[in-house]
């Protein structure tokens, strides 16, 4: 007679620590997932930077200004800063804004093969990063929906797992794809 109860017990036990071990490794999966997403987001933004810092040269050059600092000020100023990737996201749209007013106000810019190669460049990065963006938003709503919901619920408090942050597309203007084909 108590080696039936005993069973049940161990049964009761086994089956919760298979739901808990299943889920925080659901959610291991999907934290590496988002983890190789912000690298690959990180790396497109790094290159980004790099191909406005590097224009900073040849805008000075076909516009014979001076003063580097009125030169894409944005990315001469994340040169001394230190920001989060959807900051840094942001900040390079206002970059690459300032990036194409040049073409707008110097018409020998548009001439320029640095030019040239780093608008081409900086539309394949766009491709790059809205797929990645798209990829990272889709792991993440699967992430907090197991955050959110219950049972996993339970084990994201005892690990204290919490919701991500997305990345927000770029709504208030037309895409950077669209600016740099003009």
Known sequence: MIVIPIAIFILVVFVIALFFFT???HFQEYIIRIN???VSIDSVLRKRFDLLNKSVDFIKEATKLEDTGTILPTIIK???QSVSN?????ELYAAIEEFQSYA???EEI???EGYVKTQINLMESESEIVALRKYYNDITVNYNKLVNSFPSKIVSFLKKYTVKEYYEER???KSILEELKA
Do not use: F, G, H, V
Not at 86 to 90: M, P, V, Y
């Open 86 to 90: 959807i900051e840094l996201d942001k």
């Open 104 to 106: 707008d106000k110097y």
């Open 78 to 80: 994340l040169r001394s």
């Open 36 to 38: 190789e997403a912000e």
């Open 171 to 173: 709504k208030e203007k």
């Open 110 to 112: 548009k001439k320029n």
């Open 23 to 25: 889920t925080i490794n």
